[in-house]
């Protein structure tokens, strides 16, 4: 099994940023691909952001381009998400994730094991 906890949400104005980290534990080497999703209330489970854990290439949604920037550290098993020019449509619950592929999907049924999420609010 392989162990998922996010820290690093909170609130924050609008233009802001912050920096949101998952760090694994467990069974690590069996996973290959780390993403982060993000949750409203009401919606459905959206991709923001992926990354190969061993070559480090990386995926991001559309809209979360230029402002998101996915990074790990292999040393200590962690994945960084760097949120900057926060929008108050940003707000959710933000979820880590890993897979045992190495193919960086954007589809939530394609990881294996989830954080249990870390609240980011923007205020307008």
């Known amino acids: 099994q392989v162990q998922l906890v996010e820290s690093g949400g909170g609130l924050v104005q609008a233009g802001g940023f912050l920096r949101l980290a998952c760090t694994a534990s467990?069974?690590?080497?069996?996973?290959?691909?780390r993403a982060w999703f993000r949750q409203a209330p009401g919606k459905e489970r959206e991709f923001v952001a992926a990354?190969?854990?061993?070559?480090?290439?990386?995926d991001y949604a559309d809209s979360m381009k230029g402002r998101f920037t996915i990074s790990r550290d292999n040393s200590d098993n962690t994945v960084y998400l760097q949120m900057n020019s926060l929008k108050p449509e940003d707000t959710a619950v933000y979820y880590c994730?890993?897979?045992?592929?190495?193919?960086?999907?954007?589809?939530?049924?394609?990881?294996?094991?989830w954080g249990q999420g870390t609240q980011v609010t923007v205020s307008s």
């Open positions: 467990g069974r690590t080497f069996r996973t290959y691909a």
């Open positions: 994730a890993a897979g045992q592929t190495e193919i960086l999907s954007r589809a939530p049924l394609h990881y294996d094991y």
């Open positions: 990354i190969n854990w061993k070559y480090g290439y990386s």
